[in-house]
């Protein structure tokens, strides 16, 4: 083995043994790569464009039945449906004919709809070609009937509508079926719909799909009717569409293989178009494919051939122009490891060995920035492990304490203000929430209940509160301390000036429209419309009413401008205060809306 020690030679020689080996080798396989290579391409574009084809068709096909699913689900329709048929015109069946009417206009595609009530009501409508349709007690008869109704409400398609009709003249269409059935009573027939789907429709999908000269492409329904096509093999039509043995052979899903069918070579791929089971597929005479190897061979060896003088001449100049660089930026690293850490070397390309010179110089400079900086994070470290240690000693040490006190009044049998230092524990311990800035609803209504505990032994005559919650919407979360200004401002304010009837503080919850609708309610003496204005959107220096606009901006900038506060209020009657949450059930939700709208 050689071993080289100069990378200029090596890249030489490299360059050299690259060009010739492929070349050498092309020589004696040229024309079997190439046959395989293009009979692999002509299979994979053939098959992609099976599947491409069965998708398009598939999209029509879903779209021509939900319009029937939406025409049998039509309130309208269903109405007059139901109803015994009338003479007269009535408004719910000229809406059902106005609805009708759009939807044949809208979708093209459509040749005919033809409605039967079992109350004997009958729409028709052509696109074209007017035609007596059969009585429907004649389509109750048929197979077309059972097979339909069997399909319990589903669509049904057929390869033909000529049996609805009382001339038996066939015309270029599809047909699909559904039952209409009540919408509140299953059980409950109403009729038949049917409806035509012309199939140059579907002949447009494959009209200008070119997979390779001289394709054929054929479309079959389930029961192997020939539907549509795009061919220019006359005699491979007719034996595709007589012999049963060779559908049966080619039909099948994700398929792809050879065939000799009449003396000549194809390639058939083919597919089938689920739930439907219609099958597309499609024929390449092999040898549009062998002609085309004639041509690559050529402009291979020719290529080839002028990439040896090529590559020979440039070989020396391109592999210097690699090693030099390399050679400088070698030199750099040799005195980077002594410890020469102010080493810069110049940039003087734009290709990869100017990005590993650019990169190197980066790697120097910002090593020298992260010794500086090592220190300083380390430092800065210990003293972020230093808050976070404060920040749970110091609520501990609260809480202790008022545990203290709330044990010494019960000892000393202070019943009020142990009940005040509960409170008052309780809401510190939900209000701190472990540094979370969220909580359950549950919890909101506890940390209220424990502020108004302790309001209430302030004002014990004041007012009287009363909690209206409905327990299903205790666990989904929300932001901490939305209520507490609300009640803060009724009970400081709304009773200040209370009228002779005794206060009362109403706080209610209810999930209503997929959203918690909160409620405080007083009636107390009321605000002015000047006042509730100055509360929602005053100037943020005021010190009264600070703590409702504080509320209402954390709403509106973490749920959007819809879950503003709304404030009704009459002056000597009482204010009614309400806030509209979503519903979020999981920290999940909490974190993807906080990224959403909390930064």
């Known amino acids: 083995m050689f071993i080289f020690k100069r990378l200029q030679v090596k890249l030489f020689v490299y360059f050299l043994l690259l060009v010739l080996i492929p070349l050498i080798t092309l020589g004696y396989f040229s024309y079997t790569m190439a046959t395989r290579f293009l009979e692999e391409e002509s299979v994979r574009n053939q098959s992609q464009t099976m599947k491409l084809i069965g998708n398009n068709i598939k999209l029509m096909l879903d779209d021509a039945g939900d319009i029937t699913s939406y025409i049998t689900n039509n309130e309208s329709l269903q109405y007059v449906l139901g109803d015994k048929a009338s003479q007269s015109l009535t408004a719910k069946e000229g809406a059902s004919f106005d609805y ?9 595609y459509v040749t005919f709809l033809v409605i ?15 035609r007596q349709v059969i009585p429907y007690t004649e389509v109750m008869d048929q197979p077309l009937y059972v097979a339909t109704a069997a399909r319990d409400g589903r669509a ?10 009382t001339f038996g003249h066939s015309y270029n269409e599809i047909m699909v079926g559904r039952k209409i059935v009540d919408s509140y009573d299953h059980d409950k027939s109403l009729g038949m719909l049917f409806m035509g789907v012309n199939r140059d429709s579907i002949g447009e999908i494959i009209k200008d799909i070119e997979i390779v000269n001289s394709a054929n492409i054929f479309i079959f329904d389930n029961n192997y009717n020939l539907v549509t096509s795009k061919h220019e093999d006359a005699a491979l039509k007719k034996r595709l569409t007589d012999d049963l043995k060779l559908k049966e052979k080619v039909f099948q899903k994700d398929h792809s293989e050879s065939y000799t069918i009449g003396g000549k070579d ?3 791929s083919s597919t089938i178009i689920e739930p439907y089971e219609w099958n597309i597929v499609s024929f390449i005479p092999l040898e549009v494919i062998h002609k085309q190897h004639g041509i690559l061979l050529k402009v291979t060896l020719l290529l080839s051939l002028t990439l040896l003088v090529v590559v020979g001449l440039i070989s020396v100049v391109l592999s210097k ?17 002594r410890g020469d850490f102010k080493q ?22 910002e090593t020298n920035e992260l010794i500086q900086k090592v220190y300083v994070s380390q430092t800065h470290q210990k003293i972020i492990e230093l808050k976070t240690l404060q920040t749970q000693i110091e609520p501990h040490f609260l809480y202790n304490t008022l545990d203290f006190i709330f044990l010494n009044s019960k000892i000393n049998g202070d019943e009020q203000t142990a009940r ?5 524990s309780e809401l510190f311990r939900l209000s701190l929430n472990k540094g979370h800035d969220y909580y359950t609803l549950d919890q909101e209504i506890n940390q209220i209940k424990a502020y108004i505990s302790i309001q209430h032994a302030r004002f014990p005559k004041r007012f009287t509160p009363k909690y209206d919650i409905d327990p299903e919407a205790g666990s989904y979360l929300t932001m901490k301390l939305l209520l507490q200004p609300i009640v803060e401002n009724a009970i400081l304010h709304a009773f200040n000036e209370r009228k002779n009837e005794p206060g009362v503080l109403i706080i209610s919850g209810r999930i ?6 909160m409620v405080i309610e007083d009636n107390g003496c009321g605000l002015s419309p000047d006042k509730k204005e100055q509360l929602l959107n005053g100037s943020a220096s005021g010190k009264q009413g600070f703590g409702i606009r504080n509320v209402n901006e954390r709403l509106r900038m973490m749920f959007g401008p819809e879950h503003e506060l709304m404030i009704d209020s009459k002056p000597l009657v009482g204010t009614k205060v309400t806030l509209r949450l979503p519903m979020i059930e999981s920290e999940e939700q909490w974190r993807l809306l906080y990224e959403n709208h909390g930064h």
């Open 100 to 108: 009708l009417e759009n939807i044949k206009i809208a979708k093209k």
């Open 116 to 130: 039967y009530g079992e109350n004997g009501f009958l729409y028709r409508d052509f696109s074209e070609y007017f």
């Open 156 to 165: 049904y398609w057929t390869f033909s509508g000529t049996s609805l009709f």
């Open 266 to 268: 194809y390639f058939v």
């Open 321 to 337: 122009s690699i090693t030099s660089p390399i050679k400088i930026l070698l030199k750099s690293m040799n005195n980077f490891k």
């Open 344 to 365: 810069k070397v110049a940039v003087t390309s734009q290709d990869e060995i100017g990005m590993l010179s650019h990169k190197y110089n980066e790697m120097v400079m």
């Open 420 to 424: 005040v230092v509960h409170s008052l």
């Open 512 to 517: 209503v429209n997929h959203q918690i609708v």
